[in-house]
């Protein structure tokens, strides 16, 4: 069964950094593209991070260029997303989600139930 | 970045009917858009992608449509399962978009 499993969601302080991890099973995980996308609590989805099949490429938007960055572990099946200078506006359910190929079509065919990362004082 | 706009925010609908949720773009996307199909506290579900492929196992009854700046979802007989909050998002360029939602309550 093709699984993503988040985790390392907590409360922290805003200025402080955080880093979130995925777990993939039962797929090819080192043939696949992977995004982060978040979601404040009752609120749209924004994308947030890309790192391509070998983690030699990686995207976030303008406004977390510096902030955020994401990373990957084949051997380990796990796809990381880093976050420094935590912002109130930064709370939300940080989902990761599998590009539909490896070649990286930029859209999502398997997602993770999620987790939430809360900033605050 | 492109600008997804999503019509209307909520509906109420009826099992049975037939729905069409509107999705605009702020320019082209080369009809890269797909669908995704949230319900609440889960994560959402790839429907429809390049604008009107069906993702593996989505029934039927969903088709997307559409080109230029102009792309559509239509549930052609809504059933129960089907109440929820659908996205569209391009996978066109850097950065990735999404529209804001629409909610398909139960009338």
């Known amino acids: 069964q093709e699984q993503l499993v988040e985790s390392g969601g907590d409360v922290v302080q805003p200025g402080r950094s955080l880093r979130v991890s995925c777990a993939a099973s039962?797929?090819?995980?080192?043939?696949?593209?992977m995004h982060w996308v978040r979601q404040a609590p009752g609120k749209g989805l924004e994308w947030v991070a890309y790192i391509s099949f070998d983690g030699r490429n990686t995207f976030v938007p303008d406004s977390m260029v510096g902030r955020f960055s994401v990373s990957r572990d084949n051997s380990k099946d796990t796809v990381y997303l880093q976050m420094t200078n935590l912002r109130h506006e930064d709370t939300a359910f940080y989902f990761c989600?599998?590009?539909?190929?490896?070649?990286?079509?930029?859209?999502?065919?398997?997602w993770g139930r999620g987790t939430l990362v809360t900033v605050s004082s | 970045d492109i600008v997804m706009t999503q019509s209307p925010v909520s509906l109420s609908v009826s099992p049975g009917e037939r729905v069409t949720l509107s999705c605009k773009t702020s320019?082209?996307?080369?009809?890269?858009i797909a669908w995704y199909q949230q319900k609440a506290g889960q994560a959402p579900r790839l429907l429809i992608y390049a604008a009107s492929s069906r993702a593996t196992g989505v029934p039927a009854r969903f088709s997307g449509s559409g080109s230029g700046t102009d792309f559509s979802l239509t549930i052609s007989s809504l059933q129960s399962e089907d109440f929820a909050v659908y996205y569209c998002?391009?996978?066109?360029?850097?950065?990735?978009?999404f529209g804001g939602g629409t909610r398909v309550e139960v009338k």
């Open positions: 320019q082209s996307a080369s009809g890269r």
């Open positions: 998002q391009h996978h066109e360029r850097w950065p990735l978009t």
């Open positions: 039962g797929f090819s995980f080192g043939a696949y593209a």
């Open positions: 989600a599998r590009d539909a190929s490896g070649a990286s079509f930029w859209y999502f065919d398997l």
